[in-house]
């Protein structure tokens, strides 16, 4: 159905959104939690994650772009909802003023964050890409969605972050996306579950 596909694009828009609102953000929390030159690692995280999402959906499209393509797109993007506040906080909570980047530990942890924040990326990535694959007839609307969540989140994140900490707009990220699922999962699976997704955005907002 021509709504349908339309919502779909939609949720693809809020991904979108939430994936240049967390890029941003990432430079401004690496900025200030580790050197300034770090922040240039944020965008690096999300050309990987992105990247390597859409060559997986490259080798093995039947499973990630077939019939149930709107299932792995809902929880690619709760996925990324509930790790993102997750990632963040255990980046905030480690302490690195008492490494140096001569210390094999400091890389050590920051290895293991930076996992972390690839998986964000990576599930963005993902619903884009299984997007990408379904609509690709369409592709001119679908990035229409996308070029345009895109915008609207890099400039969000400018006010956003002008009344909030850098810290908290992780739950903006994690709203938009739960936000996002309600969108694609609406039409398979239960009423429960689309009320669950709905309080979850709500909390996410109010957090």
């Given at each position: 159905m021509a709504s349908?596909?339309?919502?779909?694009?939609?949720?693809?828009?809020?991904?979108?959104?939430?994936?240049?609102?967390?890029?941003?953000d990432l430079t401004r929390v690496f900025a200030v939690t580790l050197w300034y030159y770090f922040g240039f690692v944020a965008i690096s995280l999300a050309l990987l994650g992105t990247g390597a999402a859409g060559v997986l959906?490259?080798?093995?499209?039947?499973?990630?772009?077939?019939?149930?393509?709107r299932r792995h797109m809902g929880r690619f993007s709760i996925a990324l909802a509930l790790l993102c506040p997750?990632?963040?906080?255990?980046?905030?909570?480690?302490d690195f003023s008492g490494y140096t980047l001569?210390?094999?530990?400091?890389?050590?942890?920051?290895?293991?964050?930076?996992?972390?924040?690839f998986a964000l990326f990576f599930c963005a990535g993902m619903v884009i890409s299984i997007a990408l694959f379904r609509f690709r007839d369409?592709?001119?609307?679908?990035y229409f969605f996308d070029l345009?969540?895109?915008?609207?989140?890099?400039?969000?994140?400018i006010v956003l972050l002008y009344?909030?900490?850098?810290?908290?707009?992780?739950?903006?990220?994690?709203?938009a996306s739960l936000l996002a699922a309600l969108v694609f999962l609406a039409p398979?699976?239960?009423?429960?579950?689309?009320?669950?997704l709905a309080v979850l955005v709500m909390a996410a907002l109010a957090t």
């Open positions: 349908t596909r339309v919502a779909t694009m939609f949720g693809v828009g809020l991904i979108a959104f939430s994936t240049l609102l967390l890029e941003v959906c490259y080798v093995d499209r039947e499973r990630w772009t077939g019939d149930n393509y997750l990632v963040i906080w255990m980046h905030l909570v480690s001569h210390s094999t530990m400091f890389f050590a942890i920051l290895g293991l964050q930076l996992v972390g924040f369409e592709i001119g609307q679908l345009a969540g895109a915008s609207l989140g890099s400039l969000a994140v009344r909030y900490s850098a810290p908290a707009l992780a739950f903006a990220v994690s709203a398979v699976v239960k009423p429960a579950t689309r009320i669950l």
